[in-house]
């Protein structure tokens, strides 16, 4: 991020920031004397006491003075209130959410409380609170609302999304996260509370829940397990890593300004059954077993509505931001993989 965002003290909130995409995030904003983090996270399944953890490893004395962790669910309206009054802060990286595809099939009423009544509490306390800073202030706040490309339905062999792709989800947790974009959308145009949506592929990186394909599949294999994998694992992903993401939503805050949006991709496209086989091919590399890890691999039935494929084209951001992704696909999976391996508290949570 550059000086111009720098000039002063910034407070910065990140909602689920103990998660998979909240804490590679804080991580790379912790050690900056600029900043005063707050991370608020309801601390749920998916959150981890490793990822808080992990922010206290180097330069603890300052950590301490620059990050607060406030355990708050978003569903309930007065704590949500009371930690935006606490914070105050002056920009706000919205990544709270339930996300799983899975789980929604089976349990759709949390997603629509945490991804819909949640981000509506965040957007009315954040109303209240924009609307009583010094017109200083105002100038420079943001909301950056994380989302999914999801949200749009599914593609065939051909095509992309992008900022002007029409609304389609198709799942229990991919209209939730339309839910959020559309109230996100409605708080600028009538209240005027700045902010900005992404919509991004799927990422993958360090200290993903290993409900998620990549760490499931490492998991899965460490432990001599079944490598679940829907159908003939025909479907195809565009796959981001973390750090890209990052770096994207950092450009973002800085650059950009609010009312646009912005669809986050790498186009690194792989099915299923290419991201299984190249994770097996790297550990029987890396921590070989006496058979090869791709015959723990079974087929299961396919999950309801199983989109076929998701890609982005981030042209727009590409362009006017200058964004561009330094990881492939190749490079990425094997850093995530060695993550892993030596992050092996990880896999117990499987």
């Known amino acids: 991020m550059q000086s111009s965002f720098l000039g002063k003290q910034r407070k910065i909130l990140v909602t689920g920031g103990a998660g998979f995409i909240g804490s590679n995030l804080i991580s790379k904003l912790i050690n900056n004397r600029n900043f005063k983090i707050y991370n608020l996270d309801k601390l749920s399944y998916a959150s981890s006491k490793y990822n808080i953890d992990d922010f206290f490893v180097h330069s603890k004395s300052l950590i301490e003075q620059n990050y607060e962790l406030l355990e708050v669910d978003l569903v309930d309206a007065n704590k949500t209130t009371d930690a935006i009054k606490y914070s105050d802060p002056d920009l706000v990286f919205h990544l709270a959410a339930e996300s799983h595809v899975d789980r929604s099939i089976k349990g759709p009423n949390e997603f629509i409380n945490s991804n819909i009544v949640g981000t509506y509490n ?48 198709r799942s229990p947790y ?32 360090p200290r993903q829940f290993p409900e998620k ?109 200058g964004w561009r992704p330094k990881y492939n696909f190749k490079i990425g999976i094997e850093k995530t993989v060695d993550w892993y391996l030596k992050n092996m508290q990880w896999i117990a949570q499987d």
């Open 122 to 169: 965040l957007l009315n306390s954040l109303r209240n609170h924009y609307e009583t800073l010094p017109e200083d202030r105002q100038l420079c706040f943001k909301l950056i609302h994380i989302s999914t490309d999801e949200v749009f339905g599914e593609l065939g062999v051909t095509g992309y999304f992008s900022e002007t792709s029409q609304y389609c989800p």
């Open 174 to 205: 991919s209209a939730s996260k339309a839910g959020s974009d559309h109230l996100v959308n409605s708080w600028f145009h009538t209240y005027g509370l700045p902010s900005i949506i992404t919509n991004c592929c799927n990422n993958y990186g």
């Open 213 to 321: 394909l990549i760490p499931l599949v490492i998991s899965r294999a460490l432990n001599n397990r079944d490598i679940p994998m829907f159908g003939q694992g025909e479907n195809i992903r565009d796959w981001l890593f973390v750090d890209d993401h990052i770096s994207a939503l950092l450009l973002i805050a800085e650059k950009a300004y609010a009312g646009q949006r912005f669809c986050i991709g790498a186009g690194e496209e792989y099915s299923n059954k290419e991201v299984i086989n190249m994770i097996c091919d790297i550990l029987d590399h890396k921590k070989p077993n006496h058979y090869p890890y791709k015959n723990l691999v079974k087929s299961v039935e396919d999950r309801l509505g199983h989109d076929y494929r998701y890609a982005i084209d981030s042209s727009k951001l590409k362009r006017e931001l």
